[in-house]
Structures are given as C-alpha cells and as structure tokens.
C-alpha cells in the first residue's frame, strides 16, 4: 500500500506537527505499507525536510512532499495535484479546522481537499482532531461577535459536510461520533484511539534536584494562555515555595509574537523560563524534569496529545474544567487535579494540592502512566490500515459497478 | 474474566467472559502464539466489557491469522461490545456471527 498523508511534519511548527511524526515513524514498519508520502506544508526560508537517507530494512521509504502553505487560499488545488501526479493507494489527512489557515477563507478552502481528491477517484480517509460543534470560537480566537459566530458556525457545518465526502472520517472522541451521526446522519465516522507516542520505560517519579518545576507544553496564544498561570506561579511562589515555571514551545501560528508579550509582562518574576521550541530528542527531559504539568487552556479542540504524553512519563497533571478533557480523562483513565479556566486563584490552589503532596503526584503519576499504556500508536497505526483495507476493497467493488446516474456511488 | 480454549475440527475456538481489557488482552495474545490452526473463532458470549486494548488484540489475531491463510471470526457479541465495534467501525473489519457454530460453520463453506 502506498500511503500520502497530508499534514504539518516537523520541523514544521504547524498544529498537529508530532502526532503525524509519531504516527508515520509506526506506520513505515507496518510491512504491507510499501511507501509514505507526507504531503507536507512548505517551510519557512531556511529550514528543510530531513532526507530519507538512512534506510532500514523493513521500514518503508518516505518522500517528503511540501505542496501546500499555512494561511494560502489555493491549497485544495495543489494537494489535489500533488496526489493526482503520485498517485498513492490512498490519502490520510491528519487535521483539524484551523490547519490549512487562521484566517477563515484559507482554513474552509485547505479543507476542501479531502472532498476533491476522493473527486479525482482516490479513496480518502480524514483524522479530524476537532469538531466544529464543540469548539469555543471566541476562546481559539474566532467569532469576535455573535452575529460573526454564528456565520462560522454556518460554514463550519458546510465544511464538515464537504469533510465527510470523505471516505471514512474519524475522530478521537466518542461523544464526536455522535454528534456527527446525529447532526449528518453520517454512517461513516468512527472512533479511533489516540494512542500513546512512545513505548517509554517505566518513569522516575522523584523529582530532580533543586526547585519543584510546573511545566506547560504546547503552542500557546489561542486557547492556550499562559497569563493565568504565570499569575498562579506568582502565588505559589509569594508563599515561599521553592518553584520554576517552564514554559516548553513557541507561539500558535495564530498568535505570533504571544509568548515575547508574556515575557515581558513577567520578566520581573523569578524562576519562569521559556524554552522556545523542544526539540524531539529533548521532549523526554522536559517531561521527566517537571512534577506537575500544566493546561492551561480556555477551551479544547480536541483530544490532547500532550496529555498523553503527560501520562507516557508518568506525570502529574492540571487541566482546566472543560467538557472534553474531562470526558477524555474518564473514558481513557486519566486523573489530574482541575481548575476553573481564566481563574488564577483555582490554577494556584490545584498547583498547591500537587506541589505539597508528593504521594498524590506519585499516584496520579502512575494512573496516568498505565493510562497512557493502554493502546501504542503502533496498534492505532493498525487499526487505520484495516479501515485503509476494507476502504480499498470497497473503492475497487465501486468502480466495477457502473455509477448510478447523476451522483457518486453509494458508500 | 475467563479464557476457554477448545478445537472444532480444523478451527480453533477462544471463549472469553467478564471484561475484556487491558489486563487479558496479554493472555489472548499469548493463546495466539500458542495456537497452531489459523482457523479462529473467539466467542464474546459472556464479555459485557471490552476496550481498545482488546479490539487491538483481536485486530492483531486477525491479522496474524490472515497472514498465515486462515482468519479470526468473533461471535455472540452483547448489545454493550457490538457498540463499541460499531463506534470504531470495526464490525466492518471483521466477520461477525450470532453463534459459534454458525461462525465454524463459515470455515467450511
């Protein structure tokens, strides 16, 4: 089976950028993937795709094909062209409403893409991270007004229309399914596991010599914000508590020059180090160094890979009181202390819990950890080339019955 | 939980009962290696649990069994685990059957 999936891909700093690298390092090993072909956004002057030169036996080659740019109105048509000329088995598209644009023009046409490449008679299938129905548009920096959200809302409802022209749709949270099977009568979306990064070894729980560090991880100036935090860490640390915030990542795409204002805005406060973008190979430190980790987030748009990895090194974590992670902590057997978003005293006292209970990190540490254990991307990975069979097989019995008259054969 | 092996002629059948997760899908594994036909019927008849850790087990045995020219058919699902394979759309992965005998049956056939 050859394979293209559209998605960021590092060192491409666009959302979603890790899952795919953890995703597609599995997906090579899988032997009856013959060939993985990311079709990828063009990076900024100055950075390049690493080259597919050290192959290993038994993983398949990968090319690299940068075809689309974050924020351009014509990606639809290039990714189209691109997987016409490649012609793969089939397209995966790794995404979530925002990954093709911030602006609303640029994010509804990069999503046209799915639909006109199974057009173009390629079996599609779509990993959406959010659902348009659940996201907080005023939080992720959408819908300034009412009259402007619910014009979104609108067109969020054509694009996952046009999504689910898709083959075959999946989501990472079972309550998704059901609004999607609800709202579009859709038969075809389904339920597939996150999956857990690494096969990491069984974690330290004891902290690092020196301060206790709170760490927060991701992309941040959307529906990530880190002033709360920051006014929390300022708390905790008033009330004598030996403490370093580590602020781990860069700026949302959305929100360039985010990260500088908050530090400047604290620079007079000791113990907070940003540090900028984590590289793959040091992601194992950040996390290990770090007795809390933090979400500090005014909405979600999805399941969080950040969690997962959270609970991969056995951490300890604070997440705000928000619908989806909640439901996620539940059904994947997660625990973490929670907090009331945009509220530093809530942040700080859900900091405190941790902080001063050694034995309740420790715990929460392990839960997390065994939760994290349960499925390896590697078995998600397997699951994705079932469907990407069954998909196959049904496209190949499509085209050798003749198309009903004036629209698409059935699913 | 419970795991209950038996042969019916060329087929080899997996019963399994209670829950059905992370913490049996290691011994479900083990069987496989263990089994020497790639003609496997697990019935689900008394599972009234069953989470991602399983469904990637039995994925992982249908795979196995298909690779060696047989295959994995499950049978007497409850309402709770045929919605779960209906929400991962895993119902369309597999064969599935109302009863074992039906699914020995389809080895024959």
């Given at each position: ?25 599995f997906?090579?090993q899988k032997p009856e ?25 038994g ?133 597939a596991p996150?999956g857990s990064?690494d096969e990491a070894p069984p ?130 057997g ?35 950890y065994l939760a994290a254990c349960g499925l390896p991307m590697t078995e998600v990975v397997e699951w994705y080339l079932l ?25 | 939980m419970a795991l209950i092996t038996r042969g019916?002629?060329?087929v080899a059948v997996l019963e399994i009962a209670g829950r059905f997760d992370a913490h049996v899908a290691p011994d479900v594994l083990a069987w496989y290696k263990q089994t020497p036909s790639s003609a496997v019927v697990v019935n689900l008849a008394g599972v009234?649990f069953i989470d991602s850790s399983a469904l990637a087990a039995l994925a992982g045995g249908m795979k196995r069994c298909r690779q060696r020219g047989g295959d994995l058919k499950l049978c007497g699902l409850?309402?709770?685990v045929?919605?779960i394979f209906?929400?991962t759309?895993m119902?369309?992965a597999f064969d599935i ?6 699914a ?6």
């Amino acid at each position: 089976m050859r394979i293209a999936i559209v998605t960021p891909y590092p060192p491409s700093a666009g959302s979603l950028n890790e899952y795919a690298f953890h995703f597609i390092r599995f997906l090579r090993q899988k032997p009856e993937v013959r060939e993985v072909i990311i079709l990828a956004d063009e990076l900024p002057p100055g950075q390049a795709y690493p080259a597919d030169t050290e192959r290993q036996p038994g993983v398949a080659p990968l090319r690299i094909v940068p075809c689309w740019r974050f924020g351009a109105l014509t990606n639809s048509l290039r990714i189209v062209r691109a997987a016409r000329d490649l012609a793969p088995d089939i397209v995966l598209f790794n995404i979530q409403f925002a990954s093709f644009g911030s602006a609303k023009p640029a994010a509804a046409l990069g999503l046209l893409a799915p639909a006109l490449i199974r057009l173009a008679g390629i079996p599609v299938i779509v990993l959406l991270h959010n659902i348009m129905e659940t996201v907080d548009l005023k939080s992720a920096g959408f819908g300034a007004n009412p009259l402007a959200e619910r014009i979104i809302r609108a067109f969020g409802s054509i694009t996952t229309r046009l999504l689910l022209r898709a083959d075959l749709l999946a989501v990472t949270i079972p309550r998704y399914v059901e609004i999607l099977e609800a709202k579009y009568g859709a038969m075809h979306v389904l339920l597939a596991p996150h999956g857990s990064f690494d096969e990491a070894p069984p974690p330290s729980f004891e902290p690092p010599p020196g301060p206790l560090q709170i760490m927060t991880f991701g992309k941040f100036g959307t529906y990530k914000k880190i002033e709360p935090l920051v006014a929390a860490f300022r708390q905790l640390t008033a009330a004598g508590r030996d403490l370093e915030l580590v602020i781990a990542g860069t700026d949302s795409p959305n929100a360039p020059g985010y990260l500088e204002g908050v530090r400047q805005s604290c620079a007079d406060l000791p113990g907070v180090r940003f540090t900028g973008y984590v590289a793959e190979e040091d992601v194992p430190r950040i996390f290990g160094d770090a007795s809390v980790v933090v979400f500090p987030y005014t909405s979600t748009t999805g399941s969080s890979g950040v969690l997962h990895q959270a609970g991969n090194y056995g951490r300890s974590v604070v997440l705000p009181r928000l619908g989806d992670l909640a439901e996620l902590i539940a059904e994947e057997g997660y625990t973490g202390e929670f907090f009331e978003p945009d509220d530093p005293q809530s942040l700080a006292d859900a900091l405190a819990r941790l902080l001063d209970d050694p034995a309740l990190r420790r715990s929460m540490g392990t839960q997390n950890y065994l939760a994290a254990c349960g499925l390896p991307m590697t078995e998600v990975v397997e699951w994705y080339l079932l469907h990407a069979q069954n998909v196959l097989k049904t496209s190949a019995a499509r085209r050798q019955v003749p198309a009903s008259p004036g629209g698409m054969a059935p699913r | 939980m419970a795991l209950i092996t038996r042969g019916s002629g060329s087929v080899a059948v997996l019963e399994i009962a209670g829950r059905f997760d992370a913490h049996v899908a290691p011994d479900v594994l083990a069987w496989y290696k263990q089994t020497p036909s790639s003609a496997v019927v697990v019935n689900l008849a008394g599972v009234n649990f069953i989470d991602s850790s399983a469904l990637a087990a039995l994925a992982g045995g249908m795979k196995r069994c298909r690779q060696r020219g047989g295959d994995l058919k499950l049978c007497g699902l409850q309402q709770p685990v045929r919605i779960i394979f209906e929400l991962t759309r895993m119902e369309r992965a597999f064969d599935i059957f109302a009863t074992e005998a039906e699914a020995v049956a389809s080895f024959t056939i």
